[in-house]
């Protein structure tokens, strides 16, 4: 399958588009990157044509300061300039999705349908407090430092236990994304707080969960569904922070419908 290498903001956000049709864009998340929808893109590429945008600080995508805000704003150039219709949908994945939710506050009138995928509108303490300690541990001690804490974060046990080269692809992924950039992304979701605002959201939502999502578990992802008026709500046992990765074939029949 081709990709072929797109820019928006003038250069300072990178992408790569494939397939043919109507538009769909797609936002990463904090622990991953665009590759996490590898499993299920040969399957939206015959159906859509599909923008995998790296958020900034990620491969290539220039980094901003911190702010969920910022990020919604420099998402939103996509459309800008980038001849994406208004009719397109989006889907986003952990960060990815909490940037798309601020995009829909912000923006809602350039794009479609939405597709939240393990996100969260704003995170209780401890969540708060788990991007604390990974910003910090990056500024102190590089960007791999975080390898063994995302792995844990995007997987569960059960999956660790079958794939042992977690940490070491986490690693991998990591090391693509500017050490500031993730600061910055860390720094956005430990002030973020878009609870309030879901109620406005005037978009048909359909929100995806992994059952066994530790980053942003179902409750904070039920409450998506549950805040924007008529979203619908998926749990797919057995899964974690990542669906398109671990379980592409459920992921795939969780938003079918919704795409169509």
Excluded at 98 to 116: C, Q
Excluded at 133 to 141: D, G, L, N, R, T
Excluded at 234 to 249: A, F, I, S, T
Aim: glycine share 10%; proline share 7%; hydrophobic share 45%.
């Amino acid at each position: 399958m081709e990709l072929n290498s797109v820019t928006f903001a003038d250069g300072r956000l990178t992408a790569v588009q494939t397939g043919a049709g109507a538009d769909l864009l797609i936002v990463h998340s904090l622990l991953a990157d665009r590759a996490a929808f590898d499993p299920v893109l040969p399957w939206l590429a015959r159906r859509f044509r599909v923008t995998l945008v790296n958020l900034p600080g990620f491969h290539g995508s220039a980094c901003i300061a911190p702010g969920i805000e910022g990020y919604a704003d420099r998402l939103a150039s996509v459309f800008v300039t980038g001849g994406l219709s208004k009719e397109t949908i989006v889907i986003g994945n952990g960060f990815g999705g909490t940037t798309a939710i601020s995009m829909a506050l912000r923006h809602g009138d350039k794009f479609g349908k939405l597709v939240l995928t393990d996100v969260a509108a704003g995170f209780p303490p401890e969540g708060r407090k788990a991007f604390e300690v990974m910003a910090a541990k990056v500024e102190h001690e590089g960007i791999g430092s975080v390898a063994t804490i995302s792995a844990k974060r995007v997987f569960h046990d059960a999956y660790l236990a079958a794939h042992p080269g977690a940490v070491e692809e986490r690693r991998r992924v990591l090391l693509g994304i500017a050490p500031e950039g993730f600061i910055a992304a860390c720094r956005s979701l430990m002030s973020a707080d878009l609870t309030p605002q879901l109620g406005s959201i005037r978009k048909p939502t359909r929100v995806v969960c992994g059952e066994l999502d530790a980053a942003t578990p179902p409750p904070l992802c039920r409450l998506l569904a549950d805040k924007i008026p008529g979203a619908t709500y998926v749990e797919l046992p057995g899964c974690g922070h990542c669906p398109p990765l671990e379980q592409p074939d459920a992921f795939i029949r969780a938003v079918e419908d919704f795409l169509a």
